[in-house]
């Protein structure tokens, strides 16, 4: 019998190496990332968030008898609305207002995780969503908590500024556990752990292309 714990370990075990490396993150500790680039983050996130809340909730519906899914994926939904308002401070920071949110325009390269999140939502099987979540989770919080530390010490952002990082740098409480139940659940009626690694492979490519995508052509090289 598949363990989810052990699958997940796994799985996290081989995208590490892949994900250690993020060009703008790294930029942004130096000091040295083009401010235009936090913007497009706060450009593309305003869209992503909004998306990845009605993924959430959909799933929640699709998911409503098996186990405690359903009040899992609302609980992210609901995380997914506190980030939203956590969001305008920092687009207000970085030189972008409400009426800029509303009016950006996003990278397609930028919008691939929520995309993929959404065509899960409707169409992947519980172990691949929980599994895709599970390990992308870890790499965003990551990468989250090094912008929220660098952002105030090189760029001057306040702490108001910089809680949307803030926020996902810790996952939610029981994250993990309800998450490991779940994912053991759906491994256990027969969904296949071989697909949920691949799911998981294709959120964290996605989630790089993202970074990518927000760096402007002129930035830096690391």
Do not use: K
């Amino acid at each position: 019998m598949t363990s989810a714990r052990e699958l997940y370990e796994r799985t996290v075990a081989e995208l590490a190496p892949a994900a250690a490396g993020n060009r703008l993150v790294e930029l942004v500790e130096a000091g040295v990332a083009p401010r235009e680039a936090l913007r497009r983050i706060a450009g593309e996130e305003h869209r992503i968030i909004r998306s990845d809340r009605r993924s959430f909730a959909l799933l929640a519906a699709r998911f409503a008898d098996r186990g405690r899914a359903a009040p899992f994926f609302l609980g992210l939904a609901a995380g997914e609305g506190e980030a939203l308002g956590l969001l305008t401070p920092f687009a207000t920071a970085v030189g972008l207002s409400p009426a800029d949110l509303a009016t950006y325009r996003s990278r397609p390269a930028a919008q691939t995780y929520p995309h993929y999140l959404a065509w899960l939502a409707q169409s992947g099987t519980l172990a691949e969503t929980v599994l895709a979540l599970l390990a992308n989770f870890g790499f965003w919080g990551g990468y989250c908590a090094r912008l929220a530390a660098a952002l105030p010490r090189h760029y001057g952002l306040s702490a108001e500024a910089t809680a949307f990082f803030a926020f996902f740098a810790a996952l939610p409480p029981d994250f993990e556990s309800e998450a490991l139940a779940l994912l053991q659940s759906a491994l256990d009626d027969g969904e296949s752990a071989a697909e949920a690694r691949h799911a998981a492979r294709l959120m964290q490519s996605y989630e790089s292309s993202f970074w990518a995508a927000v760096l402007p052509a002129d930035a830096p090289r690391t």
